[in-house]
């Protein structure tokens, strides 16, 4: 996956964890109750049923590790 500066993945949660690993730039994934930040390198797992979108900050490339089963459910923005 990849974003560009401002850009941005909708708020979402899965059925099972994943894994993001940013191979360049660098991400913040906010989460409900807090953001993580994620730079090249570095590898954030995102646990099962946890609403979160991702946002370019101000540029990524990033290897998304999911299981095959996994689903998806979209929302609004966080409040």
Same mark, same amino acid.
């Given at each position: 996956m990849q974003a560009s500066a401002g850009q941005s993945f909708p708020r979402?949660? &899965?059925s099972a964890e994943s894994v993001l690993v940013v191979t360049e730039g660098r991400c913040i994934? /906010? *989460?409900t109750a %807090?953001? #993580?930040t994620v730079g090249a390198g #570095? %590898? @954030?797992v995102i %646990? &099962?049923?946890?609403?979160h979108h991702v946002e @370019?900050? $101000?540029s990524f490339t990033a290897v998304h590790v999911i299981p095959k089963e996994i /689903? *998806?459910?979209f929302s609004? $923005? /966080?409040t």
């Open positions: 979402h949660r &899965a994934i /906010r *989460f %807090t953001d #993580q #570095q %590898t @954030a %646990t &099962a049923n946890e609403w @370019a900050s $101000p /689903r *998806f459910a609004g $923005p /966080r």
